[in-house]
T-cell receptor, first 113, second 113 residues
Framework: GAGVSQSPSNKVTEKGKDVELRCDPI?????LYWYRQSLGQGLEFLIY????????KSGLPSDRFSAERTGGSVSTLTIQRTQQEDSAVYLC???????????FGDGTRLSIL | RKEVEQDPGPFNVPEGATVAFNCTYS??????FFWYRQDCRKEPKLLMS???SGNEDGRFTAQLNRASQYISLLIRDSKLSDSATYLC??????????????FGKGTKLSVKP
């Protein structure tokens, strides 16, 4: 079956612009996560959605970052007024429930000029 | 102290060698532990879960020492295809963060012919 799908796969934008990244989780997965991976760094947790509960936003690095998950399925991560330090690979993962293995998408490579 | 620490390597080993990776974690209440594998410019993929009793999957053996907050991964008879970055991963606990994973920065393995 289909895995976690992310779009776009690559995004290049100018500093100060807003960007929106999309994640389509595996159908039926109740949990969805966003992570980012900067060059030479480990994965950094950003935000976690579980069903209809309020999301855990504890990993968002600043108020320029926000995320939504509509209808318990597709999620968008929005970065406003992008900065060069936002350049990273943004990875989305989903799992059937919070304690099940997470399946990762291919990621969106974001480059801020 | 970082939540999950690993030796970054790189580990350069010949084919057929046995190689061991170590990892320490700071949160003594952590309950779930994993090793993920990440190939260059690819998303992380679950290699194996780590159980208190230790577990083996073919050439791979994972062990957990709760008292020392230490996790290990042993690869026997290494293959060229084992070349990748190995990520030590701990599941966060508490509140809405039950599902999110905390990743080490990874240990790079390069297996040479």
């Amino acid at each position: 079956g289909a895995g976690v799908s992310q779009s776009p796969s690559n995004k290049v934008t100018e500093k100060g612009k807003d960007v929106e990244l999309r994640c389509d989780p595996i159908s039926g997965h109740t949990a969805l996560y966003w992570y980012r991976q900067s060059l030479g760094q480990g994965l950094e947790f950003l935000i976690y959605f579980q069903g209809n509960s309020a999301p855990d936003k504890s990993g968002l690095p600043s108020d320029r970052f926000s995320a939504e998950r509509t209808g318990g399925s597709v999620s968008t991560l929005t970065i406003q007024r992008t900065q060069q330090e936002d350049s990273a690979v943004y990875l989305c993962a989903s799992s059937l429930f919070w304690d099940q293995p997470q399946h990762f998408g291919d990621g969106t490579r974001l480059s801020i000029l | 102290r970082k939540e999950v620490e690993q030796d970054p390597g790189p580990f350069n080993v010949p084919e057929g060698a046995t190689v061991a990776f170590n990892c320490t974690y700071s949160n003594s209440a952590s309950q779930s532990f994993f090793w993920y594998r990440q190939d260059c410019r690819k998303e992380p993929k679950l290699l194996m879960s780590v159980y208190s009793s230790g577990n083996e999957d073919g050439r791979f053996t994972a062990q957990l020492n709760r008292a020392s907050q230490y996790i290990s991964l042993l690869i026997r008879d290494s293959k060229l295809s084992d070349s990748a970055t190995y990520l030590c991963v701990v599941r966060a606990l508490g509140g809405g963060s039950q599902g999110n994973l905390i990743f080490g920065k990874g240990t790079k393995l390069s297996v040479k012919p």
